[in-house]
């Protein structure tokens, strides 16, 4: 399943455009405008064995306590936001399944992992990501870990 934001009338998974309950997140004083101050967006369900992850980031060692505390909030809570990924074509094994490298969310994908080992989510899950070019993912992956340092 892909689309657009401008596409995209129904949530997916409890996320309308990127955003909770559709609400979107201005900067103070600034006022919405509508779909058009929203740049286009492409989403896709991708199954979790899909999704790699991505040598060419700079990759944080995740502590397990804070995995397992965010399988906990997954698993009450749901997916809060996408996972930031970029096609990596068709894999060179026998299932030729096409594999996506997370460009942002990797301790997410874990903690999913985590939760799909423990029985809690099916082996055919599939997970909301943000499908972005390879160039723009250094630079996404990049803001996503200075906003949390921040």
Do not use: W
């Not at 997916?12 to 455009?17: A, F, Q, R, S």
């Not at 094994?93 to 096409?98: E, N």
């Not at 969310?105 to 997970?127: C, D, F, I, K, M």
């Not at 993912?137 to 921040?150: F, K």
């Amino acid at each position: 399943m892909e689309y657009t934001t401008e596409q995209a009338t129904q949530p997916v998974h409890g996320l309308v455009n990127g955003h909770r309950n559709g609400s979107a997140t201005p900067n103070a004083g600034e006022p919405v405008r509508g779909p058009a101050a929203i740049p286009a967006r492409t989403m896709r369900a991708i199954a979790l064995a899909q999704l790699l992850p991505s040598p060419k980031h700079n990759v944080r060692r995740h502590s397990a306590a804070s995995v397992e505390e965010l399988a906990a909030l997954i698993a009450s809570q749901g997916l809060l936001h996408p996972l930031i990924v970029t096609s990596q074509g068709a894999d060179r094994s026998k299932s030729k399944s096409p594999r996506f490298e997370v460009a942002a969310g990797e301790r997410r994908r874990r903690a999913l992992l985590l939760l799909q080992q423990r029985g809690q989510l099916p082996q055919t899950h599939q997970v909301v990501c943000e499908l972005v070019p390879p160039e723009q993912a250094l630079e996404l992956s990049l803001a996503e870990n200075s906003g949390r340092e921040a």
